[in-house]
């Protein structure tokens, strides 16, 4: 696409971002949709021939032919195939049909002395043939861009985490000061929980499902066609072992797709965390505690030459947002359909890659803001110091600890809505009938030492 294209783009995924989305193409454009068909078309025919029961024979040069087709799929093969779907192309009409035209377009393609032609497409359903191509690219396009994606900005918080895990900061619940953490554990919640969402996509990916049962999922034409061949385990060893997928072996002409919805919702999950930390990140940087490295000729504002906005965490949850938008919509509506068949779904799928665009423009938006942002460690520690109050769960645990009843009213009654400082703490201690030695390790507390075991937690990364 040239720079003028992208301009008059009608979605800002093939326009603006073009760019960041291009990765997908391999697997989520409508030539890739051509391409994973032709190799399920050809996958199946080289397994035909080698059924016993059928008189197709493919010799070596044959398959590395026919395998030539999807291995190196080009520009004019795809327009080839748009072509005999929409105009026709020799002796083929138009088919209005783009399953089709696929069949046509390897037929179009054997060799001149071939007699493979009858059997391409035999005895199944278009649903056969798209079942196995979405999944395909779906898998690589999870395995290939996504993921590794994702993994990025994985690293970049677990290694923001180990270099700032003994950095005290004020931790904020209910957005009201509260017990002090570091950067470098909160950093480390972050890594930690998409780790999980990442291991949740990776399941989910692994248990993507492929049929090949026919028109209603009986195998009928196969059946009717060679009676005696076992075409479930046919299917089976197709599905599993040519394709590396898990066979499905009940279905309608459709393959149900709850295992496609445990990935459009694994995905959400992982969204869901990048929109936490885009969150935070943006207070974060609100409150100063993070600083941002100016972009050399980036404007901020078009009316305020000072301010450098935090744009990418902005962006990365425009993004996510609106990809879960998409991402739940698909795995709402790919798990229904009317009866044995409807065709409402097949528009749906081709907006799958729409959803994977969103995802991916957000995840490397997440992962350029975490690479502009350092920690402003004389602003968190001022604000530390600035709000001794929080250290008023420390005192009326250890005076629990004393065996004192009433510490956590009297600790209430010095600090609670009040402005406290340490002094004030002090004169409490000074009053207090305890032993010396817990007067000390009292006197001793401060709020940026009060971080607990916080700077160790790092280490649960691994």
């Known amino acids: 696409m040239t720079d003028t294209d992208a301009l008059y783009a009608v979605s800002p995924l093939d326009g603006r971002y073009s760019g960041r989305t291009a990765p997908l193409s391999p697997y989520a454009s409508e030539a890739a949709l051509m391409r994973a068909r032709v190799r399920v078309e050809v996958e199946y025919l ?3 021939a080698d059924l016993e029961a059928t008189p197709l024979e493919l ?10 087709l999807y291995k190196h799929f080009a520009e004019e093969d795809a327009q080839l195939i748009k072509k005999l779907e929409t105009e026709g192309h020799a002796d083929f009409e138009a088919t209005n049909h783009d399953v089709k035209a696929v069949e046509y377009f390897v037929r179009h393609r054997l060799p ?9 497409h035999f005895g199944l359903t ?3 043939v798209n079942n196995l191509a979405h999944r395909l690219l ?9 993921l590794p994606a994702l993994y990025d900005v994985q690293d970049a918080l677990a290694e923001m985490a180990r270099e700032y895990r003994d950095l005290p900061m004020l931790a904020r619940t209910h957005g009201q000061p509260a017990t002090p953490t570091t950067f470098g554990k909160e950093m480390a919640v972050y890594a930690s929980r998409l780790g999980r969402a990442t291991g949740r996509i990776r399941a989910a990916t692994d248990d993507l499902s492929g049929k090949l049962g026919g028109a209603s999922g009986t195998y009928a034409a196969h059946v009717a066609a060679y009676p005696d061949v076992d075409w479930q385990a046919v299917a089976e060893s197709f599905v599993a072992d040519g394709l590396a997928l898990e066979f499905e072996p009940l ?10 919805a445990a990935v459009f919702d694994a995905f959400r999950g992982a969204n869901d965390v990048l929109l936490d930390l885009d969150l935070d990140m943006w207070l974060y940087v609100s409150d100063r505690y993070l600083g941002q490295e100016a972009v050399a000729g980036e404007t901020g504002s078009s009316t305020m030459p000072h301010k450098v906005n935090p744009i990418d965490f902005e962006n990365s949850e425009g993004n996510l947002s609106k990809a879960n938008s998409d991402l739940g919509f698909l795995a709402d509506y790919v798990t229904t359909s009317r009866l044995q068949r409807d065709l409402s779904d097949s528009t749906v799928k081709r907006n799958i890659g729409g959803a994977f665009a ?12 975490l690479s502009k942002v350092v920690p402003t460690e004389a602003v968190m520690r001022e604000e530390l110091e600035s709000t001794p109050e929080i250290i008023g769960e420390a005192v009326q645990t250890i005076l629990r600890r004393e ?10 009654a010095v600090t609670r809505g009040k402005d406290v400082s340490l002094e004030d703490f002090r004169a409490m201690f000074d009053d207090l009938e305890v032993d010396e030695d817990v007067r000390e390790e009292l006197h001793a507390l401060t709020p940026t030492g009060y971080t607990g075991v916080a700077s160790e937690l790092v280490d649960d990364l691994g």
């Open 46 to 48: 080289i397994a035909l």
């Open 59 to 68: 010799t070596i040069e044959d398959r590395e032919h026919l395998r030539g």
């Open 112 to 120: 001149a002395d071939s007699d493979a032609s009858a059997w391409i």
């Open 126 to 128: 278009s649903e056969d």
């Open 138 to 146: 779906v898998r690589d396009a999870v395995d290939e861009v996504l």
């Open 251 to 260: 279905t309608t002409q459709v393959n149900p797709c709850d295992d496609l």
């Open 358 to 369: 969103h995802c991916l423009i957000g995840y490397a938006k997440t992962a350029a803001g």
């Open 403 to 412: 065996g004192q009843e009433d510490a956590y009213e009297r600790v209430k």
